[in-house]
């Protein structure tokens, strides 16, 4: 099976994918293009998907770079290959040549690009991140590269959806106090339960943030389980373990 890559017409002057997990070589739950190191999957078939990924985008396996991914606000900037990961969930680099990745199970991959600066960036932005800041700290590692923000364009890719993220007040709380406006985010569920719109907080942290262009693809990573990998469903489906997505970006 070949890989399939979804690409957004916003950034066609870059090149980069977000990649479902079709054409990959794992088996089991991890069925499809897991490339996810951090997984119990086989680790020489996680090799194998990165790779596939890599010449996808038309590089080395050595320059697909990533970071050991924590729910951060941080971000690198990278110069040169490497096969170090450090702790971080952004990063952002004005190097040809060099492959920028995230992995995602249902939190946001997120692929900026500010073409006639030459300066790219990838974020993952679960809840935590993005509340905390992750993405206007990619916005602001880039404007540090050169870039300007007004002519950033940034894309989030699958996600999990408003209609399949179910949490509770608690969580609700944790926005409402960082700003009482983010009540809009929230629609009421079941009981005491709501349902967070994690795409629509995440375009509305990019806007803010003075990009030029922000926009999501539209897809579901819970409800599409042929295309996609979900944290959530794996839980619901009470599997020991999920793959995870990869979105990649490289000038």
Aim: charged share 20%; glycine share 10%; net charge negative.
């Amino acid at each position: 099976m070949t890989l399939e890559i979804l690409t957004a017409d916003a950034l066609s002057d870059t090149r980069h994918g977000f990649f479902t997990r079709a054409g990959g070589a794992s088996s089991g739950v991890f069925s499809g293009l897991n490339c996810g190191a951090g997984s119990s999957d086989q680790s020489e078939i996680v090799a194998i998907n990165r790779a596939r990924v890599a010449d996808a985008m038309g590089a080395p396996a050595a320059h697909l770079m990533g970071v050991h991914q924590i729910h951060s606000a941080d971000v690198i900037t990278v110069t040169q290959p490497g096969s170090d990961k450090p702790k971080a969930d952004a990063l952002v680099t004005c190097t040809p040549g060099l492959v920028l990745s995230v992995l995602t199970a249902d939190c946001e991959p997120v692929l900026f690009a500010d073409a006639d600066a030459s300066v790219i960036g990838a974020a993952h932005a679960g809840w935590r991140g993005a509340l905390d800041g992750v993405l206007d700290a990619t916005i602001e590692a880039m404007v540090a590269l050169g870039a300007t923000r007004s002519n950033i364009t940034a894309v989030i890719g699958p996600t999990i959806s408003q209609r399949a993220y179910e949490v509770g007040p608690e969580f609700m709380d944790a926005f409402v106090d960082d700003d009482p406006d983010n009540t809009r985010f929230f629609a009421q569920g079941a009981g005491d339960r709501v349902q967070f719109d994690l795409p629509a907080f995440g375009l509305h942290r990019l806007r803010t943030a003075g990009v030029g262009h922000a926009e999501w693809t539209g897809h579901c990573t819970y409800s599409d389980p042929a295309r996609f990998y979900s944290y959530r469903r794996s839980v619901h489906n009470k599997e020991a373990d999920y793959g995870r997505l990869i979105a990649a970006i490289t000038l």
